[in-house]
């Protein structure tokens, strides 16, 4: 009786230990399933719209002059000339970041096809190149605190623009991106990889010049173009990197020669001082900059000290 009394306990055992099994695992699924769900529903958060601010003190918007106006305050303050951002002031100042906010209201319900001031294909690019870095500003601005923008970036912020809610790369859609490299280094990410955002806001009688100016400014850039001379290794960025094909095709249209290396395509592409540099790593290896999303505000130094500090120069970052 006794052996039988130890075996039901033991049985019993068992028993109690496997329901206490099931019970855990139970709830191990249902913690996952609730991180699963809490995740999902975060990054719904961060799909959602971003919504300007307004301030009742400010002014009111009536044209898109005035707009641009406030916008270009914002741009004077607190952008660099390398394109890096004074993020943390920014976000203290309310006055600056009303007037960010106020360019984006006024752009939120401004009547574009009515618009006598936005009536052809240049005016139309300017207006989304300024609304596109207006908008990726004020998203970086959410990210600012996280030191970093996530990868869907492009695609999961959406904001009102002319009545219609927009991603950043609808935007780009409503611009001749493909048939115009120059636009695509012309919208801004608040992200270390680039590209960095212009001092001026574009417009369309400069537009031309301003274009080419981007595309200046990025191969100048440390986003754009690094030169490790002690490997001799060029790394450029996505953008051009990317599209090296229709680089060396538009050399070879304009210039009638063959065979030339992607850098030596680039170099009619870059300022002086870049092409300088360019020029001496002409027959260096190519490589592409991996993509890096940290944000492009000031405090971050552009060289560490190191041993080849020398030998390694970054276009646009000496």
């Not at 991180?35 to 958060?45: H, L, N, P, Q």
């Not at 096809?113 to 009536?119: C, G, I, K, L, T």
């Not at 959406?158 to 048939?179: I, P």
Request: aromatic content about 10%; hydrophobic content about 35%; overall charge negative.
């Amino acid at each position: 009786m006794g052996r039988l009394n130890r075996s039901i306990i033991v049985i019993n055992r068992t028993k109690i230990h496997t329901v206490a099994v099931g019970i855990w695992q139970l709830a191990f699924c249902q913690l996952v399933i609730l991180f699963w769900v809490t995740t999902g529903c975060e990054k719904t958060v961060r799909q959602m719209r971003i919504r300007p601010e307004g301030d009742p003190n400010q002014p009111v918007i009536s044209t898109y002059e005035q707009a641009c106006n406030l916008y270009q305050k914002v741009l004077n303050r607190y952008v660099r000339k390398d394109g890096r951002i004074d993020y943390q002031k920014l976000a203290e100042d309310t006055e600056d970041r009303s007037r960010l906010d106020g360019f984006l209201s006024f752009v939120a319900e401004f009547e574009l096809e009515q618009s006598p001031v936005v009536n052809d294909e240049k005016s139309r690019q300017a207006f989304y190149l300024n609304v596109y870095n207006a908008c990726s500003l004020r998203g970086g601005l959410e990210f600012y605190p996280q030191g970093k923008i996530p990868d869907e970036y492009d695609t999961d912020l959406v904001f009102t623009v002319a009545g219609q809610e927009m991603s950043l790369n609808r935007m780009a859609e409503q611009m001749v991106v493909k048939t115009d490299w120059r636009i695509s280094m012309a919208l801004s990410r608040p992200a270390l990889s680039g590209p960095y955002l212009a001092k001026t806001i574009y417009r369309d009688d400069k537009l031309g010049a301003q274009l080419d100016q981007a595309l200046k400014d990025y191969l100048g850039s440390c986003a754009g173009c690094q030169i490790d001379f002690a490997k001799q290794q060029v790394l450029l960025g996505g953008l051009i990197y990317d599209r090296k094909e229709e680089f060396l095709q538009e050399y070879k249209r304009r210039y009638g020669i063959e065979g030339e290396s992607l850098v030596s395509a680039l170099i009619p592409y870059a300022w002086p001082a870049t092409q300088v540099q360019m020029a001496e790593a002409a027959g260096f290896a190519v490589g592409r900059l991996p993509s890096d999303n940290r944000i492009n505000d000031i405090e971050r130094e552009d060289l560490q000290e190191d041993d080849s500090q020398e030998e390694y120069r970054i276009c646009g970052c000496q």
